[in-house]
T-cell receptor, first 112, second 116 residues
Framework: DAKTTQPPSMDCAEGRAANLPCNHSTISGNEYVYWYRQIHSQGPQYIIHGLKNNETNEMASLIITEDRKSSTLILPHATLRDTAVYYCIVRPTYTGRRALTFGSGTRLQVQP | ETGVTQTPRHLVMGMTNKKSLKCEQHLGHNAMYWYKQSAKKPLELMFVYNFKEQTENNSVPSRFSPECPNSSHLFLHLHTLQPEDSALYLC???????????????FGPGTRLTVL
């Protein structure tokens, strides 16, 4: 799987948009960009994934650059419950039950 | 609520005890996973099941014994554990099918295990 680079930590004010960047300059054409988050001592939570086009769901939006070398996860109105470690992962279209590998992620602290 | 449940959420056991962790998925998936997450360490894959058949055992000690009676249920039987086995044990499931566009893994809340 392609390597990803994320800032170690970010702060965001409650109610504002949180924009979490991820670099994945070695991404291959068949690899998706996935985002998960892990709130302290809980299981990782799937957020969103995309291949080329921007994606939006009830949790977040994913913006992927045209060259696919970087992406941004956007939480439009961050709440205190969004405080967590956010992981950007690049995985092939079909992994054959391969283990999910998390890097260091970005620790997002939402401030009141 | 991810559609994957785990019980118990917390477990404290002695080294001579025998206990079991349970995972159930309500997503209609055919693949299930056990992961271990120790403090300040990345996720470690332990076992993978596909259609009830174990397809991967990631060199896990025999004191951990998985059981998958059907595609919706997964157990992890524990016996004679060591204090270093204390960790968060996570269950996940996915739809394992080559024709799928992706095989996203969905996790349960985890069982926090403490071995005394």
């Amino acid at each position: 799987d392609a390597k990803t680079t994320q800032p170690p930590s970010m702060d965001c004010a409650e109610g504002r948009a949180a924009n979490l960047p991820c670099n994945h300059s070695t991404i291959s054409g068949n690899e998706y960009v996935y985002w998960y988050r892990q709130i302290h001592s809980q299981g990782p939570q799937y957020i969103i994934h995309g291949l080329k086009n921007n994606e939006t769901n009830e949790m977040a939006s994913l913006i992927i650059t045209e060259d696919r070398k970087s992406s941004t996860l956007i939480l439009p109105h961050a709440t205190l419950r969004d405080t967590a470690v956010y992981y950007c992962i690049v995985r092939p279209t079909y992994t054959g039950r391969r283990a999910l590998t998390f890097g260091s992620g970005t620790r997002l602290q939402v401030q009141p | 609520e991810t559609g994957v449940t785990q019980t118990p959420r917390h477990l404290v056991m002695g080294m001579t005890n025998k206990k079991s962790l349970k995972c159930e998925q309500h997503l209609g998936h055919n693949a299930m996973y056990w992961y271990k997450q120790s403090a300040k360490k990345p996720l470690e894959l332990m076992f993978v099941y596909n259609f009830k058949e174990q397809t991967e055992n990631n060199s896990v000690p025999s004191r951990f014994s998985p059981e998958c009676p059907n595609s919706s249920h997964l157990f992890l039987h524990l016996h004679t554990l060591q204090p270093e086995d204390s960790a968060l044990y996570l269950c996940a499931s996915s739809q394992d099918r080559v024709s799928s566009s992706t095989d996203t893994q969905y996790f349960g809340p985890g069982t926090r295990l403490t071995v005394l």
